[in-house]
């Protein structure tokens, strides 16, 4: 199935080329056509014109019979030429449209196929192995089968080589156990939080300065910023997502997409670009003048190119254009400032996709968006995006923050916003970035490290944990080693329990176990994290909201929500309470 599909893939190709080919063959060879048509009537008429003309120099009237007869002769020709010429142009006009539908569909699969990982490969196969994962973990935690099947794909490409199909239940049950203490430890955190309609700020979630970086207006900003961001997503994907009805989408261009879901005025919508090319995502510039500023939103990922930008997933060492001002680090490095030189070796780390995608943006919007706000005065810059165009947004803002046309007048609201920047970069004082996280969103805490670290830790809870630890049945006798052994032996018993018992654990064995699990596999380096503080929207799951560190999205959260829960639409929805209700 492998190889028909890799086959069928490089047919689309060869097709997609071919077209191009007999598409320019056609056209050049229908434009060769009516310039030939043209002089042979053209020489036609010219013959037919001069007896007509040496009659009447003869007669000296134009009224002469044979001047009448050619006269009739050449206004036929021309009739003829008309014609013949608009037959033609039909033949070209028809023939492009043609010929632009097949180019388009023939796009669109490719698109698909490369979004996929087929287009040209042969080696793309989660096959079995995967629909045998995809089973496992909708009996271990009853995922959805949708949720399952995209969890399965996830590990599929983490795990190297084809695994034995004990694997796959070992693989199921561990991250059973690991969604079960992760759940745990978040009930226990949250229960201090305010009722729903509040946003708290916890202690052991966030810093003390974390509040004084939001803008004072974030409450009502968040549900205007959460449309401005949805429509940048254009009609089409728009109306995939819901957010208008099919049938109005697809009678909608994307610039009255944008002005129906915002409500602004046409001649409010400044700028906008709607391609899809590998780091530079679709986006549009717009005044918004309810809340007085200058708008660029970011869309999301829609297309294989912009996947080659997420995809692109390397963590880069901070070029020296996002390096921290010493007295930005100071609160996030506990009053220890390093200068931009040292930040290699402090770990100052970007997502190298992003990067590349801000900074290509960067400069192609600087000029006409420093040209609206001169022309605006008193305006401020609000940048938004969701996914995808979360993370570009938030590293332009990075990246134009110290502008002296832009500074102190820009700010950033991300939605799901992705894992750019480490913790050095994340946690710096003063961000103008406010980051949005909703439920168990697997956005916010998705990189390669805690990939890995999913992984090790399913591999590691699937084992008997006692026998990893002490490889025999005797306990230890001195008084540290008992506390020690205490807690490992309540975790390694937890690990022996049928899933059934999991929740019947003691608050002791589940805190112990995934303190065990952390220190021991769930350390790969280096870890990125979204920019400034992030309001953690916890409706979708009966909770208050909270105002949190980013750094609180360190691993990913094993829950059945936590691939629904990125959509756009979800984000719009949630943000709407948040309003003026609650105070931190």
């Known amino acids: 199935a492998s190889d028909d599909t890799a086959r069928g893939a490089s047919y689309f190709k060869v097709a997609s080329d071919g077209l191009d080919v007999a598409a320019y063959a056609t056209v050049s060879a229908i434009d060769a056509a009516t310039e030939v048509t043209n002089v042979a009537f053209g020489l036609a008429r010219g013959i037919i014109r001069g007896p ?9 009237s134009a009224a002469n019979p044979v001047s009448v007869v050619f006269g009739g002769i ?38 698909v196929l490369d979004a996929t990982g087929l287009e040209g490969s042969a080696h793309f196969q989660p096959g079995e192995y995967g629909g045998k994962l995809a089973q496992a973990l909708t009996a271990a935690l009853g995922l959805s089968q949708g949720n399952a099947e995209v969890m399965a794909l996830l590990l599929v490409l983490l795990v190297e080589g084809q695994q034995e199909e004990a694997e796959v239940e070992a693989l199921a049950r561990g991250l059973r156990v690991l969604s079960v203490l992760q759940h745990a430890e978040q009930r ?16 052991e979630l966030c810093s003390p300065s974390v509040a004084a970086r939001l803008p004072l207006t974030w409450r009502e900003d968040l549900p205007r910023a959460a449309l401005f961001a949805a429509a940048a997503y254009g009609a089409r994907w728009g109306g995939a997502a819901g957010l208008v009805p099919p049938r109005a989408a697809r009678a909608m261009s994307d610039e009255a997409f944008v002005l129906h879901l915002t409500g602004i005025a046409k001649r409010d919508l400044l700028l906008f670009d709607w391609s899809s090319r590998a780091y530079s995502p679709g986006y549009y510039v717009a005044l918004d003048h309810a809340t007085r500023s200058v708008v660029i939103a970011f869309r999301g990922t829609v297309s294989g190119p912009d996947l080659v930008t997420n995809l692109t997933n390397e963590a880069i060492p901070a070029p020296p254009a996002l390096a921290a001002r010493t007295t930005d680090l100071a609160s996030a490095t506990g009053g220890t400032v390093c200068t931009d030189r040292e930040q290699d070796s402090k770990g100052a780390y970007v997502h190298q996709g992003f990067w590349l995608a801000a900074e290509k943006l960067a400069g192609e919007l600087h000029t006409p968006v420093t040209d609206a706000l001169a022309r605006h005065p008193g305006y401020s810059l609000r940048v938004c995006g969701h996914s995808l165009g979360a993370a570009v947004g938030s590293l332009l803002t990075l990246l134009w923050r110290h502008d002296p046309l832009l500074s102190g007048r820009i700010h950033c609201y991300a939605y799901a916003a992705p894992c750019i920047l480490s913790k050095e970069l994340a946690m710096q004082a003063a961000l103008p970035i406010t980051s949005i996280a909703l439920g168990n969103d697997l956005v916010p805490s998705l990189c390669l490290s805690t990939a890995r670290d999913l992984i090790a830790a399913a591999r590691y809870l ?12 005797e306990k230890p006798s001195d008084g540290d080693a008992v506390h020690a052994y205490s807690c490992r032996d309540a975790a390694a018993d937890l690990t022996s ?30 870890k990125l994290y979204a920019a400034g ?13 909270v105002l949190v560190d980013p750094t609180v999205f360190n691993e990913i959260i094993i829950s059945d929500d936590m691939f629904s829960t990125h959509a756009v639409t979800e984000y719009m929805a949630t943000t709407q309470h948040i309003g003026s209700r609650g105070t931190l």
């Open 497 to 526: 329990k049928a899933t059934s018992e999991l929740d019947d654990a003691s608050e002791f064995e589940l805190e112990s176990l995934l303190g065990l699990v952390r220190t021991t596999c769930m350390q790969n380096q280096p």
């Open 462 to 473: 699937s084992e008997d944990v006692y026998g990893k630890l002490y490889g025999q049945d």
């Open 188 to 203: 226990r955190q949250l229960s201090g939080a305010k009722a729903p309609g509040a946003v708290t700020m916890l202690d």
């Open 52 to 60: 007509a003309t040496v009659a009447e120099n003869i007669s000296g």
């Open 74 to 111: 050449d206004t036929a020709l021309g009739v003829a030429q008309g014609a013949t010429g608009g037959a033609l142009g039909f033949s070209k006009t028809l023939s492009e449209a043609a010929f632009g539908l097949t180019d388009t569909a023939l796009e669109a699969t490719d698109l």
């Open 533 to 545: 503080p992030v309001v953690w929207l916890r409706s979708k799951s009966n909770h208050a909201d």
